[in-house]
């Protein structure tokens, strides 16, 4: 069974920063478009930044840009993301999957940035 495993999230304060991580077993990431998700409480999830495991191409929602990287490294089939200058808008969980949602979505991961 495929299950992708989001870690690293935790409570920042605003300006902190945070590394999240998402581990896979029984899938390759080389292969597909990863996407990093979140959903804040009563708010739909959305997706804020993916990467290809093909090429270069990654793609950042304007909420996070210039704050947020993604990257990947394939030899350890992890997908990173790091989080920085983090304010209390980004609180939410996070969750990480293909992004096309093919995978369970899972508990993800909580992020929590204070004032």
């Known amino acids: 069974e495929v299950q992708l495993q989001a870690s690293g999230g935790g409570l920042v304060q605003a300006g902190g920063s945070l590394r999240l991580s998402c581990a896979a077993s029984?899938?390759?990431?080389?292969?597909?478009?990863i996407g990093w998700f979140r959903q804040a409480p009563g708010k739909e999830r959305e997706r804020i930044s993916c990467?290809?495991?093909?090429?270069?191409?990654?793609y950042y929602a304007d909420s996070v840009k210039g704050r947020f990287t993604v990257s990947n490294d394939n030899a350890k089939n992890t997908v990173y993301l790091q989080m920085n200058n983090l304010k209390p808008e980004d609180t939410a969980v996070y969750y990480c999957?293909?992004?096309?949602?093919?995978?369970?979505w899972g508990q993800g991961t909580q992020v929590t940035v204070s004032s």
């Open positions: 999957n293909t992004v096309n949602g093919r995978f369970s």
């Open positions: 990467i290809s495991g093909v090429d270069a191409y990654t």
């Open positions: 029984g899938f390759t990431f080389g292969h597909s478009a």
